[in-house]
């Protein structure tokens, strides 16, 4: 295994451009890894809308598919309105769901 910050590449000589022989996670320049987890970026799709997306996109996807909120109508709670919650809310609705924003701050209502 090689963690994907400050983990021991096993090859850095296979990194073109970044000889490092620790991982860095975002901030690296490359990282070599196996093809099962690697996805292509369309080319339609701007670098800065993708990023977000494979981040906290993915933070958010997966507890709603873990706990069965893919399909239905069902109602989905999001705790903290930040960058995950945002990302959240975002995708509940756009899965179909009634989504209740919950925060402590009446600002972001």
């Known amino acids: 295994m090689v963690g994907t910050y400050n983990g021991?590449?096993?090859?850095?000589?296979?990194?073109p451009g970044n000889q490092a022989?620790?991982?860095w996670g975002g901030y690296s320049g490359s990282h070599c890894v196996h093809?099962?987890?690697?996805?292509?970026?369309?080319?339609?799709l701007?670098?800065?809308?993708a990023a977000?997306?494979?981040?906290a996109g993915i933070t958010m996807y997966d507890p709603l598919r873990h706990w069965g909120f893919?399909?239905?109508?069902k109602v989905v709670g999001v705790v903290g309105i930040g960058g995950l919650g945002t990302m959240g809310i975002k995708i509940a609705n756009a899965l179909g769901h009634e989504v209740v924003a919950i925060s402590t701050t009446a600002a972001k209502e």
Do not use: A, M, Q, Y
């Open 35 to 44: 093809e099962s987890f690697v996805c292509v970026i369309p080319k339609n």
């Open 46 to 49: 701007p670098l800065e809308k």
């Open 70 to 73: 893919l399909e239905g109508n």
């Open 21 to 23: 022989s620790k991982t």
């Open 52 to 55: 977000p997306l494979l981040c």
């Open 8 to 15: 021991d590449k096993k090859n850095p000589e296979r990194t």
